[in-house]
């Protein structure tokens, strides 16, 4: 276990590049890349605090990110981030790379089934054919297979036919969230048959194995954001009480947790084999961590 500390203020969302050689922080205060092995700072960009998830391009050497409701992607040796699109959109926050790296995809803001998918061709970066009458989706989430692209925002969750644009399932939420939170996570597992999404203390789980989604247990239980890990069959919840809590999908118990004093943890990213993982704290600190089998 190593502390990093970022100078961010509160870490709103992090990631890990593909290759495990670099990490992404978004706090209060901007954005910073740091080296995974040593914990030091690679770059930074004071001032452009994500709204919602980061993630790394492909190949690792840029980030993408919502700021001021403008997605902007940052290579790792520079510090003025780059535009995409023309700027006449705003973003809710919603990003994420399909599986077989060839696709960007962001989601706009706006009312519900007045919102887009917009869709960019990688590596080259260039606008690709999106989707209409999307809500404004605050998380974004593949499945590994490929099938399916799952998304949450504050008034529910859609899941949806990656190729067409499709509803499968759709779940509203009335609930309101604390504090005027934004939602929280939505994550697939490994083998793309499990689905789950949630908001501040409950989460959901769907059953997608069948190739008609079905709707399994709720899940209480008091989190900040959650995922499954890639490299093994685990389920993690992160909190306000500073507990990292691994549960065992086939019963939804907790079979392990850590607390490292570090007081609150507000996010949760994985290595992409799953052999570790890191957190974000209340106070501006990076947890790296081993994931134990």
Known sequence: MRVIETGLGAVRATAVSPDGRRLAVSGEHGLALFDWATGGL?????????????????????????ASAQLLHLYGDDSS?????DGSEKFAGGIAISPDRRLLAAATDGRPNRARLVLWSLPTLKPAPGFEFWPPLHRLAFSPNGQFLAGIWRQGFELRFAVSGGIDYSYPSTRPLRSGGTPNFVSFDRASRTCTFGWDDQFHVIDIATGTSKRGPTVRDTFRDAGFSPGADLFATVGDNGRLKFWSPAT??????????????????FTADGSAGVCGTADGRLVQFDVDQ
């Open 252 to 269: 939804w118990t907790v079979v392990r947790e850590y607390d490292w004093n570090c007081g609150p943890l507000t996010c949760l990213a």
């Open 42 to 66: 690679v770059s930074g960009v004071p001032g452009t605090a994500s709204t919602g998830q980061v993630v790394f391009g492909p190949t690792g050497t840029w980030v993408a990110h919502v």
């Open 81 to 85: 981030p780059a535009l995409l699109g």
